[in-house]
């Protein structure tokens, strides 16, 4: 089942499957290292649920839901 980033609960694991944000906004979330393939978790939510924290490749990354919304992932 594919959903969005956006849609991961704290604690759960996805695979990128796509991403589908073009342009500078496409380049910029390729370069953080979310390209398809890759196994993120997400470890935490702001109080408001933005931004959300992600585990993926042995660092943490933070990302606003809104570019969350162009990474299509694979929920494992």
Known sequence: MTISMRKLCVNQKGCIR?????????????????VPGT???VIGRAPLTDPVELRMKGFSLSLRNSEADYITVEAL
Do not use: F, K, P, Y
């Open 18 to 34: 796509a991403v589908t944000a073009g342009g500078e906004l496409g380049r910029r979330i390729r370069d953080m290292g979310l």
């Open 39 to 41: 196994q993120v978790m």
